[in-house]
C-alpha cells in the first residue's frame, strides 16, 4: 500500500499543492492515493523528492510473521 496521503497530510501538504510541486493532475493524485492507479516509478521519484522522503518511504512495509515467515 502507498503512504503518500499520509505523508502528505503530514507534511501539511495539500492535494492541490502536491499536483502543483510534482507537475501531475490533481485527479490522478487522488487515484493514486486512493489505490484506483499504479503510478510509474518515475512518478513515485517525483512524488519522493517533492515530499522530500526517500521513494521506499512511500511504501508500506510488510509485518513479519510469527516463526520469521
Same mark, same amino acid.
Given at each position: 500500500?502507498?503512504?503518500?496521503?499520509?505523508?502528505?497530510?503530514?507534511?501539511?501538504?495539500? #492535494?492541490?499543492? !502536491? &499536483?502543483?510541486?510534482? @507537475?501531475?493532475? /490533481?485527479?490522478? +493524485?487522488?487515484?493514486?492515493?486512493?489505490?484506483?492507479?499504479?503510478?510509474?516509478?518515475?512518478? #513515485?521519484?517525483? !512524488? &519522493?523528492?517533492?515530499? @522530500?522522503?526517500? /521513494?521506499?518511504? +512511500?511504501?508500506?512495509?510488510?509485518?513479519?510473521?510469527?516463526?520469521?515467515?
Amino acid at each position: 500500500m502507498l503512504l503518500i496521503r499520509q505523508l502528505r497530510e503530514r507534511k501539511g501538504v495539500s #492535494l492541490r499543492e !502536491l &499536483a502543483r510541486r510534482s @507537475g501531475l493532475g /490533481v485527479a490522478t +493524485l487522488s487515484r493514486i492515493e486512493s489505490g484506483e492507479a499504479n503510478p510509474r516509478l518515475s512518478t #513515485l521519484l517525483q !512524488l &519522493a523528492e517533492v515530499l @522530500g522522503v526517500f /521513494v521506499g518511504d +512511500l511504501f508500506e512495509r510488510p509485518t513479519r510473521r510469527k516463526g520469521g515467515q
